[in-house]
């Protein structure tokens, strides 16, 4: 057997860990290491949302017949309701928009989901558990082993390309902006040193997370008519939002409760990120709201309690042969859904570059140049705009805030709502009514171009 033209590890085994490793795989000059911390490959949550843009990649990969098996609804491009929008944080909710989009959300169990990408894998990807990276060193013009790994059991590993898909708390993140940090100050660059050195820790968003799954049975059972066990709903409140809708071909109900703090958003929240509390917590977070969330809580048995948490933009995604994808690289609020999905792109396009004939040894600054240069600024506007959704969700965005509640009949009330409904939609169309393929052919069209700077001093700013 030849040897592989390059070796990629991929730190992670998350949905863009895999996805990434999926799409490697199908190259069989690509050798494919997927490292995960854990002790067995599994997602952590429940409920998983896919738009048509992500889908489309997900088809392209030849994981459309498994994943539609297990989808909520099977996906088609008809148009079906993504979310009905109701304010319920009063005795009588208002229903004030309904959001139809083609094929709307595919919903899944994220377990389901991690399950088809983990029997897609090829066999000649290799996979690990309990290795925890902690570190890595990569040195200019050294090759092979051109970046040394260290794990937490005190083992090592070497590869060409380390992709770094470990998620929000990110090591790899870690290591990439002290690199970035260290060129600037070799450049004499101090004050930009700094504020690279400050872009690796996530920050708290300022919003808690009570999330929890529905037994659907026990649902119809208390109200056999609850739209939820139909629709997707989005539930609005001051400071607060429900996002609920049904999973596992529709015998339980992913549930999300938000609470927002806007004051405290990039501060530190000092608490386990995740844990459980007692239902009462979110029962006493949302006791004034109308009777059919209610009715949701209580189907309530479990719920853990999430520190949702973000991170600050990055000046690129690269660093020398390193690469960040997903919450990794742009962790982001999840209002509009968009995490996995951004993360499947970033998988998709990377992958796409690497095992592009044009791409080797000598060339890979060109391809991971291209990676950058295309995916930064589409998943950071994606960042961006999923933080005002939740502005809007939560009610606190100026201008349409709601000190009473809100009264159909009133036309200020009605205007606001509109205006709501109006600017979540605009700023969520690129899922449902854009592709990737642009995109893709650009950052394919960059390995034609003359070798720009070298990727080792990839910094800006």
């Known amino acids: 057997m030849s040897p592989a033209k390059l070796r990629v590890a991929i730190c992670g085994g998350g949905v863009g860990g895999l996805t990434c490793a999926v799409a490697l795989s199908r190259s069989k000059d690509i050798q494919v290491d997927v490292y995960e911390a854990a002790n067995e490959y599994a997602e952590i949550g429940a409920g998983i949302g896919v738009w048509p843009r992500a889908w489309k990649v997900l088809c392209d990969l030849g994981l459309a017949g498994d994943l539609s098996k297990a989808a909520m609804v099977p996906p088609d491009n008809e148009p079906k309701v993504a979310f009905d929008f109701r304010k319920g944080d009063q005795s009588d909710g208002i229903d004030f928009y309904t959001l139809v989009t083609p094929g709307g959300m595919i919903a899944f169990h994220r377990a389901d989901f991690h399950r088809v990408l983990l029997n897609h894998l090829s066999p000649r990807c290799r996979t690990y558990t309990k290795k925890r990276l902690v570190s890595y060193q990569q040195v200019a013009g050294q090759s092979p082993n051109l970046i040394t790994l260290q794990f937490q059991d005190g083992t090592s590993a070497s590869c060409d390309v380390l992709v770094g898909a470990d998620g929000v708390k990110s090591a790899t993140r870690r290591k990439f902006v002290e690199e970035l940090a260290s060129i ?206 939740g502005l809007l969700y939560t009610l606190n965005q100026p201008g349409l805030t709601f000190d009473r509640p809100a009264r159909p009949e009133a036309p200020a009330d009605a205007k606001k709502l509109e205006e709501i409904s109006s600017r979540i939609r605009r700023n969520w169309e690129w899922a449902w009514t854009t592709t990737i393929d642009s995109d893709l052919q650009r950052a394919l069209r960059i390995l034609d171009e003359h070798p720009g700077r070298n990727g080792w001093s990839c910094v800006t700013g």
Request: proline share 6%; hydrophobic share 40%; net charge positive.
């Open 184 to 389: 600037a100050r070799a450049r004499g660059r101090s004050t930009d040193a700094q504020k690279l050195s400050d872009l690796g820790p996530p920050r708290w968003s300022g919003t808690i997370a009570y999330r929890a799954i529905i037994d659907a049975e026990r649902l119809r059972s208390l109200l056999p008519k609850h739209r939820v066990l139909n629709n997707p709903m989005v539930y609005f409140g001051a400071n607060s939002q429900l996002t609920v809708y049904p999973i596992a071909r529709g015998s339980k109900i992913n549930f999300a409760a938000m609470r927002a703090q806007y004051d405290r958003e990039y501060t530190t929240f000092d608490q386990p990120w995740v844990q459980d509390v007692p239902v009462q917590d979110l029962l006493s977070e949302f006791d004034q709201w109308e009777p059919e969330v209610q009715a949701l809580f209580k189907c309530i048995n479990k719920v853990n309690r999430w520190a949702i948490h973000t991170t600050l933009p990055l000046p690129s995604f690269v660093s020398g042969h390193v690469a960040l994808l997903g919450d990794a690289a742009h962790a982001m609020m999840p209002y509009q859904g968009a995490g996995a999905g951004q993360a499947i792109e970033d998988a998709f396009v990377l992958a796409s570059l690497l095992t592009d004939p044009r791409t080797t040894l000598t060339t890979l600054d060109r391809a991971l140049r291209a990676y950058d240069t295309v995916r930064r600024p589409f998943a950071q506007h994606v960042q961006n705009v999923s933080r005002e959704a």
